[in-house]
């Protein structure tokens, strides 16, 4: 929990200020003493044991408090359904997916991934496929033909280059053809603040670290502005790995590698701390996954994301109504315990002269 004026706690020194007046108070009527000859009488009059009467003050002591901690504004991170998602899925296609420390290789392991996570979405989830390597583009737009996105992850091939940024843009742009609320990349908005979320969402799973394009920051913040989430997942181990690609994994023409590549030593170091800031800027989440496993886990996990996106809530009104609460049987008790009593009087019998 955090809170939004944390200087306004002060005011929460009323409450000891409060118990020191009373215990004064009690020390002054210690003094007092009046010798009576009855005990019965006095505890008539008193009405209640001297721990009861202390209750009032405690309890307004206490409301104080709570009060002081509404004036602070406390805030807390809650999660907020944003209803049915739209998803754009952007997949890293760059040469290093050709790295072997994740077998057969990252690529292989990123479609079978995918396409376990397009097949497990319920009938009409609406998907888009993104690709990125030096450049980013839409390979399948939003749509229900569940066919039509497993045949493009099947056939995915690699390049050179790793265009984070541009992938976020190149995916906005194709929620925006789609979905009205959500201004295409080249329309200027307003600022990210109290913007509501969209009902889309970007899931961009890359290996590395921009290389060229868009910053990834930059991308963000459009994407902040439309009310976008961005899930980012971090693929891969940070060990050297050999690196071969099937000749049906290389996009052919490219840099000579066309036909197929394999040798050499492949991966590079993922931008965790980029990835896991595109995340907290979109109000989406950051994942690590290191093999198959881990990285199928993940996007089983996604759906519950999609559903509930962490928000700020303000916490004051509850405190306010509780420490409202504590006031009133503060007063209310102690009006109680002062009401008027009747008191008992003794019969005596007393001799009488004949």
Request: charged letters at 15%; a negative charge; hydrophobic letters at 50%.
């Amino acid at each position: 929990m955090t809170f939004a004026a944390p200087a306004m706690a002060l005011i929460g020194l009323a409450a000891p200020l409060l118990l020191l007046a009373v215990w004064l108070a009690a020390r002054r009527r210690r003094r007092a003493v009046i010798q009576v000859s009855s005990v019965g009488l006095v505890r008539t009059a008193i009405g209640g044991t001297p721990w009861r009467r202390r209750i009032p003050a405690a309890l307004l002591a206490l409301a104080l408090a709570v009060a002081a901690i509404a004036a602070a504004r406390p805030q807390a991170s809650v999660a907020v359904p944003v209803g049915s998602t739209r998803i754009l899925f952007a997949v890293d296609v760059s040469s290093s997916m050709c790295t072997t420390d994740v077998p057969p290789n990252r690529l292989v392991a990123a479609q079978e991934a995918a396409t376990k996570f397009i097949e497990d979405q319920p009938a009409g989830a609406t998907i888009g496929l993104v690709t990125f390597a030096g450049t980013a583009g839409v390979l399948v737009p939003p749509t229900t033909d569940k066919s039509t996105l497993l045949d493009a992850v099947a056939a995915l091939t690699t390049s050179r280059g790793t265009a984070i940024g541009q992938a976020i843009l190149t995916a906005i742009d194709a929620i925006a053809e789609i979905d009205p609320s959500v201004p295409p990349t080249g329309v200027e908005v307003a600022p990210a603040a109290d913007v509501a979320l969209a009902a889309d969402a970007i899931v961009l799973l890359t290996d590395g670290s921009n290389s060229q394009g868009v910053d990834p920051l930059t991308a963000a913040e459009e994407a902040a502005a439309r009310g976008v989430p961005v899930f980012t997942i971090g693929f891969g181990t940070e060990e050297s790995a050999p690196s071969v690609c099937d000749p049906s994994q290389v996009e052919s023409g490219r840099g000579g590698f066309g036909g197929g590549r394999s040798g050499g030593r492949g991966g590079q170091t993922i931008d965790e701390d980029t990835l896991r800031e595109v995340a907290d800027i979109t109000r989406g989440e950051y994942f690590r996954a290191e093999n198959a496993d881990q990285l199928q886990a993940v996007l089983a996990d996604l759906p519950a994301s999609f559903a509930t996106v962490q928000e700020m809530a303000d916490l004051a009104a509850g405190f306010a109504a509780v420490a409202a609460l504590l006031a009133a049987a503060a007063v209310g008790l102690a009006l109680w315990q002062d009401r008027p009593r009747p008191v008992i009087g003794h019969s005596q019998r007393f001799p009488t002269s004949t």
